[in-house]
């Protein structure tokens, strides 16, 4: 899979992408990150990539003409005559996008290259969102310096879900926002499966050794060898945890009788 990111910025990533999984899937040829400089696509000799906005108010805009001629650059054809099977996504990262989950980035991992945009200052000139963009992106609701952390926040999210990049293929499946039990196909013949599908709601806690840390021991259900029991006390802490952390996440959450049983013992009466 290939990421194209287009910044002003490019030294911001000198560190991120050289660590841990990233850097092992770019070595193992898996994952190809590219950076790209939009001074390079500028022709004065200030390089100048902003402006002001037109209507007045506060701060610059990127220019238009320099993301294009990035866009060209990279083969990027406008919306308008890109074939929607051209395996290529061009994401502008914004305050104003969608919010970025887990599901989009499942849903990222079925192309084969995706083009960031990192806008800067008040933003980026709307006719590119319009005339390139195929989705606008937020990872969350509040306002960045720029879009360079939400590109690593993306290329970092959807890498780890592209097959052979994980060590352990369940690890994608079974931790937070993860598929549900029925959508999980990574089970080994003869495996206990005590893990739990998170179904779109929070991982539940984990622990290793020692049994005892600090005068806390681990949960002895963990230690009994008993997997169903595992699992009933995975869902549980899954149900607790969302109800405690993101109650939101329930409310869309495809819950059993079980479930709803577990969060009416517990407290929840939103279901």
Known sequence: MRFDIVTIFPGLFSGIFEHGIVRRAQAEGRVTVNLYDLRAFTHDRHRTVDDRPFGGGEGMVLKPEPLAEAMESLGIAPCARRAPE????????????????????????????????????????????QLYCDMELSIGDYVLSGGELAAAVVVDAVMRLVPGVLGNEASGEFES????DAEIATDEAGVPR??????????????????????VAAPPVLLNGDHSAIRR????????????????????????????????SIGWKKY
């Not at 192309?111 to 000139?125: I, N, Q």
């Open 86 to 129: 051209d395996g290529t996504r061009v994401i502008l990262l914004s305050a104003q996008g969608i919010p970025f989950s887990q599901s989009v980035a499942r849903q990222l991992t079925a192309v084969d290259r995706v083009v960031l945009l990192c806008g800067r200052y008040e933003g980026v000139d709307e006719r590119i969102n």
């Open 194 to 215: 005590s893990q739990h599908g998170a179904g779109g709601l929070l991982d539940y806690p984990h622990y290793t050794r020692p049994v005892e840390f600090g005068g």
């Open 233 to 264: 006390w995975r869902r549980e802490q899954q149900l607790r945890k969302t109800m405690a952390n993101r109650p939101d996440l329930l409310e869309r959450a495809a819950l059993t009788d079980e479930d709803k049983r577990i969060l009416d």
């Open 177 to 180: 926002f993860g598929v549900p």
